[in-house]
């Protein structure tokens, strides 16, 4: 028999290294490598006696028609909108998110929703005890929900009693980092564990049938801890996002084998634990004041919902020459990019101010369509002159100075004119265009070619008519 062989895995990238080092050659980052110890094997791999000996695999051609997954509503409908319609029988969800933010809360009330609605569920903690457990369900009104309820972290044990559960729908274990088994000569929360317990979780959740809910810690930068290859071995990451001191949560598909991702579902946190946002559009306006310069409304899209959302920025005098540029909810280096484009092309005069933007509500926006929204905000801030307060924004900029369209227009015009705006400015079709746009007929669309023409909108502070487009043209 071989000596085990011990190498070091990158725990931001997975990378694996023969020799520990302080920085990693895959990632860049420093002091991740951990020691893992590589279970005993033959020496020379797989014999040729064992390949001749193997069973043959059946191939089968693209033809045919598979019926889609039966799936569980878990009556939460912000959370069954982003796993695609509710859960899939043995299938992995990985959910991910900052601590105290709510990842437990929210698997505890689905938990118990698919208790009420008669499931067996399954409830296994590494990091609170029983009592703590029942404390949070009893805040949250869930004391009379059928569940059954563990505190355990020794793998063998926990395989073991879920086989005494064959009509068990739903298993959530929080957290996967707790988990250890004796078989791996390692702590609690290094790569080899994690990788061992998870592949012998989601061994049994396939053979078994039963959907397993892995509640994951995230470092510092906000990515899944543990080896990367965790997020490969499951069927659907989620991303729970948020700033703990505001009410709104997000949860983000990142991925899914059964359904959209991108899908956001939109929850708000109260005394009562997570409460459902079925229009976080108008949530996300509510404390909206449409007569203050550098505020603008973009309408925007996650995965295929349509959300409205506030843009706000600031400009400050700052004659030291070192300007400031700070960032929350968008990407720095695309405001640095509008910024330059709207100082060269349109000649405003932007590089001696800090520059302040704000997306509202906590929401995070990462599609290059709200690069219209920004620059009327930044345009309204430096002229100070408020943007149209029943207008809404949606484009994306180019180097030149150029709008381009974006996809789902149709969607985010509908949204706007669900939510009382009467106005939206997009970036101009190109003439002899095949595709036909569909304008609700109480919106009137401002077409705008080029980021000149939304100096003149903004900065004049009137209120542009645009030409109405009627339905289907």
Not at 6 to 13: E, G, L
Not at 31 to 58: D, F
Not at 132 to 144: F, N, P, S, V, Y
Request: proline fraction near 5%; glycine fraction near 12%; charge should be neutral.
């Amino acid at each position: 028999m071989a000596k085990p062989v011990k190498t070091y895995a990158c725990s931001a990238c997975g990378a694996v290294f023969p020799k520990w080092a302080g920085r990693c050659e895959a990632c860049g980052e420093w002091n991740t490598l951990e020691e893992q110890v590589l279970p005993k094997a033959l020496p020379g791999g797989i014999k040729e006696g064992a390949r001749r000996g193997g069973s043959k695999i059946e191939f089968v051609g693209l033809e045919g028609v598979s019926p889609p997954p039966p799936r569980v509503p878990t009556t939460i409908a912000e959370f069954d909108r982003v796993l695609g319609g509710g859960l899939v029988p043995a299938s992995v969800v990985l959910v991910g998110g900052d601590p105290g933010i709510g990842k437990s809360t929210l698997l505890l009330q689905a938990g118990a929703a698919l208790g009420r609605a008669g499931k067996r569920v399954v409830y296994i903690s590494g990091e609170e005890s029983i009592d703590q457990i029942r404390m949070r369900g009893a805040r949250l009104g869930l004391t009379h929900s059928p569940m059954d309820l563990a505190a355990a972290t020794q793998l063998g044990d926990i395989l073991a009693s879920l086989a005494q559960f064959p009509d068990a729908a739903l298993v959530v274990i929080d957290s996967i980092q707790t988990m250890w088994t004796e078989g791996v000569d390692s702590a609690p929360g290094s790569v080899t564990q994690v990788r061992a317990a998870a592949f012998e979780l989601i061994r049994a959740a396939k053979t078994q049938g039963f959907a397993l809910m892995l509640v994951g810690h995230v470092t510092k930068e906000g990515n899944l801890a543990g080896p990367r290859v965790l997020e490969h071995m499951v069927d659907v990451v989620l991303h729970f996002e948020g700033d703990r001191g505001h009410q709104f949560r997000i949860l983000r598909g990142v991925k899914n084998r059964f359904g959209a991702t991108d899908e956001i579902g939109v929850f708000e946190m109260t005394g009562r634990g997570l409460a459902e946002v079925l229009n976080p559009s108008a949530l996300f306006l509510a404390e909206r004041r449409g007569n203050v310069s550098g505020s603008a409304v973009f309408a925007g899209l996650e995965g295929s919902r349509p959300v409205l959302v506030e843009l706000q920025v600031l400009l400050a005098p700052n004659p030291g020459g070192s300007p400031r540029r700070s960032v929350i909810g968008w990407d720095s280096g695309r405001l640095s990019m509008l910024l330059a484009v709207l100082e060269t092309r349109c000649g405003l005069k932007l590089a001696m101010n800090d520059v302040y933007l704000n997306v509202a509500g906590g929401l995070r926006v990462t599609e290059p369509a709200a690069d219209l929204a920004v620059a009327a905000a930044l345009i309204s801030a430096a002229s100070d002159v408020p943007t149209d307060p029943e207008m809404v924004f949606f484009g994306e900029i180019g180097l030149s100075g150029e709008l381009r369209q974006v996809a789902q227009a149709e969607l985010r015009l509908k949204e706007a004119a669900k939510l009382g705006f009467a106005r939206a400015a997009s970036p101009k079709r190109v003439a002899g265009g095949t595709a036909r746009l569909s304008v609700p007929k109480t919106l009137s669309l401002v077409e705008i070619g080029h980021l000149t023409d939304l100096v003149g909108v903004v900065a004049s502070g009137a209120k542009p008519g645009g030409k109405k487009k009627e339905e289907g043209e």
